[in-house]
């Protein structure tokens, strides 16, 4: 009994070994993707190369442990605008180059519901990616009180993973439930509102060590602060 108990104990403390291997073999994707940025205007106000000069017409994201930093850039190679993800302080941060003010919003509250719907899954870049739909109805003050429907598609990289668990606590648009479908990097999303479609397509990928402090936004004493 006592040999059929010690080879019992071998085989639970291998099965754990085993086990706590593959967790460890988890690696989550650190380093940054450029993307390229397209519109479709869906209203006369706006054309593809005015939203391109003055929203962006490429961005670079730097990502490390769920934090990010995103670059905005114009057709014209300028910087427009930087948006920082701190998930510790629980703040997504906005800051244009032409606007001293500082503006973020509480990651924690949301004012809309995003349902989300399984689409086909395709290759990007030669990675297998899965395919999300959503659908978000909005409304406030800055549509005049009335409720709009959103759209949109992502596709997340499988081999590019992502721990949703980051994401916990972030609630505005559905976004933890978001990454626990993807639980992967966006390589493509569209997104359409009331007055354009923007694309979103990634053109290069590299995975490299990422200092904290490259995506952590410095803010000094007297820069000015807005909540959204």
């Known amino acids: 009994m006592r040999v059929i108990l010690f080879l019992l ?5 291998s099965c754990n070994r085993i086990q706590n291997s593959k ?5 989550y994707f650190e380093g940054m ?3 390229s940025i397209d519109y479709l205007p869906l209203s006369d106000k706006y054309s593809k190369e005015s939203l391109k000069k003055s929203i962006g017409a490429k961005m670079i994201l730097t990502f490390k442990e769920g934090n990010y930093k995103k670059q905005y850039y114009s057709s014209n190679g300028n910087l427009l605008s930087q948006r920082y993800l701190n998930l510790e302080e629980q703040r997504s941060y906005s800051k244009s180059v032409a606007n001293d003010t500082i503006y973020w919003f509480d990651i924690t509250k949301s004012d809309s519901k995003t349902q989300l719907f399984p689409i086909k899954d ?3 870049l030669n990675y297998p990616t899965i395919g999300m739909a959503t659908e978000t109805l909005v409304s406030g003050l800055s549509y005049g009180y009335k409720t709009y429907r959103e759209v949109g598609e992502y ?5 590019l993973k992502v ?3 980051w994401y916990v ?9 978001m990454m626990k479908f993807g639980q992967g990097m966006q390589l493509f999303s569209v997104n359409e509102n009331f007055f ?6 990634a053109i290069s990928i590299e995975t490299k060590d990422i200092d904290k402090s490259d995506i952590t936004l410095k803010i000094g004493e007297d820069d000015p602060l807005k909540e959204l």
């Open 122 to 124: 395709t290759t990007i």
């Open 169 to 177: 606590d972030y609630k505005e648009s559905n976004f933890y439930e």
């Open 163 to 165: 721990d949703p668990n």
């Open 155 to 159: 596709y997340f990289a499988k081999d």
């Open 23 to 27: 967790k460890e073999k988890v690696s």
């Open 33 to 35: 993707i450029t993307y």
């Open 196 to 201: 354009w479609a923007q694309i979103f397509t």
């Open 9 to 13: 104990m071998i085989l639970f403390c």
